[in-house]
């Protein structure tokens, strides 16, 4: 069917026809449901059967059925294979979440983390047989700190939010160490909002520091909440609306004058890889999320990893055990190559289960030596062009609250839409008709209706240009006909969904319908 083709029951020019082919309304799990009905075969059982609760104990032993769905492994397959099918993802096309990255991820790192010796390896293996992936730990860890500009590196944290619990956990125990008694924490008021929980959850009352008119942070604002009793500032570089902090330097010298420390959001690393280094502009530890800025899979793709990067000062506060390397020499024995150094008195301890999440070390290393210094630093220059583009082809259209140039992302708010009764959360729900995930909306909080674009490095400029002109379109519709902008999805197998009541009232239980 041409793509010029007209509007069809509310589906915009262009938009992708989801309503034709091969498309199924599927019911849950439990719903295929039939008693009797198994997925597997297995042989007789051919040693004494025991009672779980002799072997186990009588606490280990559920007292109710485990209600789970019967059902045939064809069944199964097709219903997880349908459900896949709804899902937006970057391999079908732009995933424009603001501070997300939501990068096209190599499939050449698929394969190199599917080798065995790296998936099929038991995460309990002594490091004699895990020399391997302990090299490539180890060169990870020396990777991320040369391209952060930190003195060291620990992979265990799962995540980004995880990782900035590790870095205020290290600063906490730090000024332990020192006997220093600092009870605040200073984040600016277009921080992530995990920055403030990873402070509280480590016992510090968060001061907010507000930011200048020009979206950035400046030096006498933290001057004026700067005091002995504040143990540091949590910074994001380039911030939340997309801006390079350019005082950063002061900034970190106000800080480190009354003997604070600096903690670097490292969400937003993508737009300056090769260009600038957190370490160098003054930030002690830092984490990075390896399934946005070095290409692994990001949300439903596979679990997250948020390294913690650390100055000189913190490394003795490391989560045990650190990976370590006693020297290069081939003829030595494998115990000696590479092993965990559990003693390390003043660590904050074990902040996860053996090493962390080892398939996105293998992926992120594999991204990392594929592209190399000067790949890195294109990454960073294509993910800023872009960026800019999206600005300057949307900028005369929608509300720009900063005008100017960006990093990796752009702000754009709902404000002109404003006549219409056209809000940016209509406006993200139609781009789902145009086949598109909405962007990231309402954050930062510092701007009203706010919409958050960042489009990587990996969408090509064809890719810009159609997510534009489905922007461009919706804006238009808006002011022609504002009803089916406010009402949208239609395209979609359910339209606009109570998405307050589902939060407030989630059902987590299927129950069967009576009768059955």
């Known amino acids: 069917m041409s793509e010029r083709q007209g509007n069809q029951g509310g589906r915009p020019v262009g938009a992708p026809n989801v309503a034709r082919g091969f498309s199924y309304d599927e019911p849950l799990i439990f719903e295929h449901s039939r008693p009797g009905r198994v997925g597997f075969s297995l042989a007789d059982c051919d040693v004494p059967e025991v009672d779980p609760a002799e072997v186990l104990g009588a606490a280990a032993v559920r007292e109710d059925a485990l209600t789970l769905p019967e059902v045939s492994e064809v069944e199964v397959m097709r219903h997880f294979t349908r459900l896949s099918t709804w899902n937006a993802a970057v391999d079908f096309g732009l995933y424009p979440l603001g501070s997300c990255t939501m990068k096209y991820n190599p499939r050449v790192n698929e394969r190199v983390a599917a080798l065995p010796g790296f998936a099929q390896a038991h995460p309990l293996q002594p490091p004699a047989l895990s020399q391997g992936f302990l090299e490539l730990a180890w060169r990870l860890e020396r990777g991320l700190a040369e391209v952060s500009g930190m003195d060291a590196v620990s992979l265990q944290p799962a995540a980004g939010a995880q990782g900035e619990l590790v870095g205020m956990m290290m600063i ?3 000024f332990a160490d020192r006997g220093e008694v600092r009870t605040k924490v200073l984040v600016p008021d277009s921080a992530h909002g995990t920055n403030p929980a990873s402070a509280a959850l480590n ?4 001061v907010t520091v507000l930011t200048g008119d020009d979206g950035l942070l400046h030096p006498d604002e933290v001057e004026k909440a700067m005091a002995p009793d504040v143990a540091g500032l949590m910074l994001t570089n380039p911030n939340t609306l997309g801006l390079f902090e350019t005082r950063i330097a002061e900034i970190a010298d106000v800080v480190h004058r009354q003997g604070g420390l ?20 003054g930030i002690d530890v830092m984490h990075f999320n390896l399934h946005k800025t070095f290409s692994t899979p990001h949300g439903g793709g596979g679990p997250g990893a948020g390294p913690v990067g650390v100055k000189a000062l913190l490394e003795p506060y490391l989560p045990r ?9 081939a003829g030595a024995d494998a115990d000696e190559i590479g092993g965990l150094d559990f003693e390390r008195p003043k660590s904050i301890g074990r902040v996860h289960g053996n090493f962390g999440n080892v398939g996105m070390f293998v992926r992120a290393w594999a991204y990392l030596r594929a592209l190399g210094p000067e790949g890195l630093r294109r990454c960073a220059e294509m993910a800023v062009l872009n960026a800019n583009y999206l600005l300057a082809r949307l900028g005369d259209t929608f509300f ?7 990093m990796h992302e752009c702000i754009l708010s709902d404000r002109h839409l404003a006549d219409t009764g056209v809000t940016t959360l209509d406006v993200a729900k139609r781009l789902i008709d145009h086949g598109y995930h909405p962007p990231t909306i309402y954050f930062p909080l510092v701007v009203e209706g706010a919409i958050m674009i960042e489009p990587t490095e990996s969408e090509p400029k064809e890719g810009l240009d159609r997510f534009i002109e489905a922007l461009l379109a919706i804006e238009r ?4 006909d504002p009803e089916t902008v406010k009402t949208a999805p239609h395209t979609t197998r359910h339209n606009r969904l109570d998405e307050t009541r589902a939060a407030r009232k989630p059902v987590l239980r299927w129950e069967p319908p009576e009768g059955e």
């Open 203 to 206: 016992a510090y009352e968060v």
């Open 262 to 281: 600096i903690y670097g959001d490292g969400a937003n690393l993508n737009a300056i890889l090769g260009v600038a280094r957190p370490g160098d502009l």
């Open 321 to 329: 055990p650190v990976i370590t390397r006693n020297g290069d020499d």
């Open 400 to 406: 720009v609250p900063y005008p100017g140039r960006v």
């Open 172 to 174: 906490r125990a730090y």
């Open 477 to 480: 519709e808006a002011h022609a």
